[in-house]
């Protein structure tokens, strides 16, 4: 059977992506979503849940974490609800490598038809940024939605996940770290991604002036540092969020050690 090809996965050569009039988004997916699938032989019955090894990466070291799956809190109140199987599919068939352009469809793929389409997939920030760390190092983990529940009057409860940030503290192996306010705090991290080399990642939780606050990440690829905002499917060249009171990471290498 000749090898499958994917709709999702980016073309070969040099890739000239399709970028919105503020330039920080990629709109790679739309532009797939607008042409017809070609015809596809069936889904295989199992895809591969991890990349093979190569040595050198956090996810091959005996002090890797967890598989991510493992650590959410399924089914219980404040937790997460299991993932679509179709969902993971899509976004296990967009990875073919470990440190895959995020400039490509897999970053809108993370939170599966997200916010738009699934309320409970507004307040999954700690999950999608957890999702892009597994996925970065070769196992896609498509982010699960909140648990979906509801008030009195039937409204759903738009809160974050509880205990996430503690979750997430416990899976990278780290504590967050402040490193200060808006632009300037931006700058500490891109410029401790760029020295760590490409593959390094961080988990950003910023807070915002009129309370509440957002995870998402940023990444060194090919010594470019790209900043991802998984569960709203944007990459961006710049860091997106400028008026923020509170900038907090955690910054690893390729290796899982922090910088």
């Given at each position: 059977?000749?090898?499958?090809?994917?709709?999702?996965?980016?073309?070969?050569?040099?890739?000239?992506?399709?970028?919105?009039?503020?330039?920080?988004?990629?709109?790679?997916?739309?532009?797939?979503?607008?042409?017809?699938?070609?015809?596809?032989?069936?889904?295989?019955?199992?895809?591969?849940?991890?990349?093979?090894?190569?040595?050198?990466?956090?996810?091959?070291?005996?002090?890797?974490p967890r598989p991510l799956e493992e650590s959410r809190?399924?089914?219980?109140?404040?937790?997460?609800?299991?993932?679509?199987?179709?969902?993971?599919?899509?976004?296990?068939?967009?990875?073919?490598?470990?440190?895959?352009?995020?400039?490509?469809?897999?970053?809108?793929?993370?939170?599966?038809?997200?916010?738009?389409?699934?309320?409970?997939?507004?307040?999954?920030?700690?999950?999608?940024?957890?999702?892009?760390?597994?996925?970065?190092?070769?196992?896609?983990?498509?982010?699960?939605?909140?648990?979906?529940?509801?008030?009195?009057?039937?409204?759903?409860?738009?809160?974050?996940?509880?205990?996430?940030?503690?979750?997430?503290?416990?899976?990278?192996?780290?504590?967050?770290?402040?490193?200060?306010?808006?632009?300037?705090?931006?700058?500490?991290?891109?410029?401790?991604?760029?020295?760590?080399?490409?593959?390094?990642?961080?988990?950003?939780?910023?807070?915002?002036?009129?309370?509440?606050?957002?995870?998402?990440?940023?990444?060194?690829?090919?010594?470019?540092?790209?900043?991802?905002?998984?569960?709203?499917?944007?990459?961006?060249?710049?860091?997106?969020?400028?008026?923020?009171?509170?900038?907090?990471?955690?910054?690893?290498?390729?290796?899982?050690?922090?910088?």
């Open positions: 059977m000749a090898e499958r090809q994917s709709r999702w996965r980016l073309p070969t050569g040099v890739y000239n992506p399709v970028v919105t009039g503020d330039g920080r988004r990629w709109r790679d997916y739309e532009k797939a979503a607008e042409t017809p699938a070609p015809s596809l032989d069936p889904w295989p019955s199992q895809l591969p849940s991890r990349l093979p090894p190569t040595g050198d990466d956090w996810f091959d070291r005996a002090a890797r809190p399924y089914g219980v109140p404040g937790g997460l609800a299991r993932p679509d199987p179709e969902a993971q599919r899509d976004l296990a068939e967009a990875l073919s490598s470990r440190f895959p352009d995020p400039r490509g469809t897999w970053i809108r793929l993370i939170n599966a038809e997200g916010p738009t389409d699934d309320p409970f997939r507004s307040t999954n920030a700690i999950d999608c940024a957890l999702s892009v760390m597994s996925s970065w190092h070769g196992e896609p983990v498509v982010a699960a939605a909140r648990q979906p529940e509801y008030d009195r009057v039937g409204k759903p409860v738009l809160s974050g996940e509880a205990g996430g940030v503690a979750r997430a503290e416990q899976w990278l192996g780290h504590r967050f770290e402040y490193v200060g306010q808006g632009r300037r705090a931006y700058g500490v991290v891109a410029g401790r991604l760029r020295s760590a080399g490409h593959g390094a990642a961080t988990v950003l939780i910023t807070r915002w002036p009129q309370g509440g606050s957002h995870a998402w990440n940023a990444v060194n690829s090919l010594g470019e540092v790209l900043w991802i905002d998984a569960q709203r499917g944007h990459m961006a060249i710049e860091p997106p969020y400028e008026n923020v009171t509170g900038v907090f990471c955690v910054v690893l290498d390729r290796a899982g050690q922090r910088v």
